[in-house]
């Protein structure tokens, strides 16, 4: 019972940030003819180019990244992800296009900040929106590149591209749209990319071998003591992304929910540790 109210709370979370974000589309980043990020931002040069509905431009270029997703990476991060894309799609081409502000300073920076709260709310539930976050690891481990160094060509790309077709005007409130969004998305998030959890707990054998199997995760076995009784038990020390966080609180809180877990912020990390790890399927090697 409480792993399928996980579940659907995960799924409200998904659809409330895609419909905050399909918002921010409609009513201040398409009509006042800027892009965003990613495969978003894309669709809307091609439906300025084609008459293409966005949303359904949005959907199809998502497929083929979607299909290579299930293929590599699969589990709830994907599945949430489809969610994600299918409900975003949907929402872009119901909801209709218009204007609620002319200014578009106001319309850029209030455009990314609605947009970045619906993005949030999507990497909290443990999914994202799809496109580039996945195109982002795929290029990772083939070509060693950082997601970071992937979404800032990608984006750049669609910048450049709506300066050379369109105006630089509109190319340059675009830079402010995708810059608002990623502050709100970290302010909102509040995480960086690396976290350290400590787990005391006296199922740490059950919650290590899930956390190895679901996560692709080493961890560390630290030998503690009670204050009260001086009792002898075993914390769980284990280095992580943020996106494997919703899926670390699952294990746990199915093996021991009586276990007691903190988990921390790592400004930095020495030794073999893999930053995108939480997209590897489970059972793959890492």
């Given at each position: ?89 949907f929402l872009l081409d119901i909801i209709p296009v218009r204007a609620a502000v002319d200014d578009l300073l106001l319309a850029s920076v209030f455009g990314g900040a ?173």
């Amino acid at each position: 019972m409480q792993r399928a109210r996980r579940i659907l709370g995960a799924v409200a979370l998904v659809l409330l940030g895609t419909g905050i974000s399909a918002i921010a589309y409609t009513q201040l980043i398409i009509p006042n003819r800027m892009l965003s990020g990613g495969v978003g931002g894309l669709s809307i040069l091609i439906n300025r180019l084609t008459g293409w509905p966005t949303g359904t431009l949005v959907f199809l270029i998502n497929l083929p990244i979607l299909y290579l997703g299930y293929r590599k990476i699969g589990g709830k991060f994907i599945a949430l992800t489809i969610i994600a894309v299918i409900n975003f799609s949907f929402l872009l081409d119901i909801i209709p296009v218009r204007a609620a502000v002319d200014d578009l300073l106001l319309a850029s920076v209030f455009g990314g900040a609605l947009n970045g709260l619906g993005l949030a709310l999507v990497l909290k539930a443990g999914g994202s929106t799809g496109g580039t976050d996945v195109i982002g690891v795929i290029l990772n481990r083939r070509y060693y590149l950082s997601i970071g160094e992937v979404l800032l060509a990608f984006n750049g790309l669609i910048v450049l591209a709506s300066a050379l077709i369109f105006d630089l005007m509109g190319a340059l409130y675009t830079l402010i749209t995708m810059f608002v969004t990623s502050r709100a998305v970290d302010s909102l998030q509040n995480v960086r990319d690396r976290k350290t959890a400590l787990i005391v707990t006296s199922k740490h054998d059950e919650i290590a071998k899930q956390i190895h199997r679901r996560l692709q995760r080493g961890v560390t076995f630290l030998q503690g003591e009670g204050s009260y009784q001086h009792g002898q038990r075993k914390v769980i020390l284990c280095v992580l992304t943020r996106f494997e966080i919703s899926e670390l609180k699952d294990i746990v809180l199915k093996e021991d929910p009586h276990a007691f877990m903190t988990i921390s912020d790592t400004s930095e990390v020495l030794g073999r540790f893999e930053p995108y790890s939480p997209f590897r399927r489970a059972g793959s090697s890492s």
